[in-house]
């Protein structure tokens, strides 16, 4: 049930693309604004989450945030949470976090929530430390791959850490395979009997996709009928499309770039893999492959394993490894009674641990705390 305390929520975001960070913040606002809240986000105008906000009818303010132009938008922030007296402020990426927290505390925002989305390290310096223990008032993370190591090496109250994944949306509604299939087939122009395995993903250094088509050129011959489909923009498109120009089987591989409803790809795959090689948190194209009651196959860095347990809800790869991934490809595919036995595991781990409320609920009651009731 709705809180009698309604609150003003700013969130800030850099990032111009669209994966799990940006996917989050925009389910986070859905759900808080149904609860009654207000929601505004700070982010340039160019990116998708910026447009998608827009279009759900959510007030958005654009801002680039980048490190020259730092001090430039301190005085932005500023000067817009003087003007919108937010009960809180959120921040996600390096660049924004800087502007709107110093901005935030100068106001005297009295909740200021530094999240963390990635697993990469946080280096123990002086900064960090002014950031995560005194420009923030709480930190939200994705995994305990990520809050554990923030928790020791910048020294922060435990108390003030919150590990809160993602949610999963379960009001999407979800085409049957076969029909996902043939509408992939029909938009490639390809036959009934091509089937697909593939990467739904922001196209960045560390998600691994060259590695990803090392792995799909060795299992090319061995399984002729496979294509490969990467879905998702960013800023290895170029060096990705050049790769896959180089592979003899060119044709097979299919970069896809954004799409608004990237389910459906998954929904058409009968493999969703993530290669990636550092960085991750909880990703969330692995809980929605599990939640689509597809086959789950990650690597063994960052919070993935928090989610997939070998053969039991999903397959587990060695991290730059294209051999450890074919082999794991290869027994999937081969494997129907394995692959039931996944996904059914997958999607009751998914629904009773990322429901939308739930999480919803914990957030929502961090912000709650401290506030005049």
């Known amino acids: 049930m709705p809180t009698e305390k309604k609150l003003r929520i700013i969130h800030t975001e850099a990032s111009p693309h669209w994966g799990g960070q940006e996917i989050r913040i925009f389910e986070e606002m859905k759900w808080f604004r149904e609860q009654g809240h207000e929601m505004i986000l700070i982010a340039?105008?160019?990116?998708?989450?910026?447009?998608?906000?827009?279009d759900a009818g959510f007030e958005a303010v654009s801002v680039y945030f980048t490190k020259p132009r730092t001090f430039l938008n301190i005085l932005k922030m500023?000067?817009?949470?003087?003007r919108k007296k937010p009960d809180i402020v959120g921040t996600h990426s390096s660049t924004d976090s800087w502007a709107g927290l110093i901005a935030a505390y100068l106001l005297r925002i009295k909740k200021r929530v530094r999240y963390r989305h990635v697993s990469a390290p946080v280096k123990?310096?002086?900064?960090?430390?002014?950031?995560?223990r005194k420009l923030a008032t709480n930190v939200i993370t994705t995994g305990d791959c990520i809050s554990f190591p923030l928790i020791k090496n910048l020294k922060l109250y435990g108390a003030n850490v919150s590990t809160i994944p993602t949610p999963i949306n379960s009001s999407q509604s979800l085409p049957l395979h076969k029909d996902a299939k043939r509408r992939v087939q029909n938009e490639l122009g390809l036959p009934?009997?091509?089937?697909?395995?593939?990467?739904?993903?922001?196209?960045?250094?560390?998600?691994?996709?060259?590695?990803?088509?090392?792995a799909f050129n060795v299992l090319a011959e061995s399984i002729p009928d496979y294509h490969l489909l990467i879905v998702g923009d960013g800023p290895k498109l170029y060096e990705l499309e050049m790769i896959r120009n180089q592979s003899l089987h060119k044709k097979r591989i299919h970069l896809l770039g954004h799409k608004k409803e990237p389910m459906i790809y998954m929904r058409a795959m009968d493999l969703v893999i993530l290669a990636s090689t550092?960085?991750?948190?909880?990703?969330?194209?692995?809980?929605?492959?599990?939640?689509?009651?597809?086959?789950?196959?990650?690597?063994?860095i960052g919070g993935i394993p928090e989610i997939i347990k070998d053969q039991e809800t999903g397959l587990l790869a060695n991290a730059n490894c294209a051999d450890s991934l074919v082999a794991q490809i290869k027994l999937i595919l081969k494997n129907s009674s394995l692959q039931r036995k996944l996904t059914t595991n997958a999607y009751e781990f998914v629904v009773d641990n990322f429901d939308r409320k739930k999480i919803g609920a914990r957030i929502e009651s961090i912000f709650l705390e401290d506030q005049d009731l």
Do not use: H
Not at 192 to 213: A, E, H, M
């Open 44 to 54: 340039p105008d160019n990116g998708i989450l910026y447009q998608r906000c827009r």
């Open 278 to 300: 550092k960085n991750e948190g909880i990703p969330q194209s692995l809980l929605q492959a599990m939640y689509s009651k597809v086959p789950a196959l990650g690597t063994n």
């Open 192 to 214: 009934d009997n091509v089937n697909f395995i593939g990467q739904v993903s922001v196209l960045r250094s560390w998600k691994g996709l060259n590695i990803l088509i090392d």
């Open 124 to 132: 123990r310096n002086s900064l960090n430390k002014l950031q995560y």
């Open 78 to 82: 500023l000067w817009i949470i003087w």
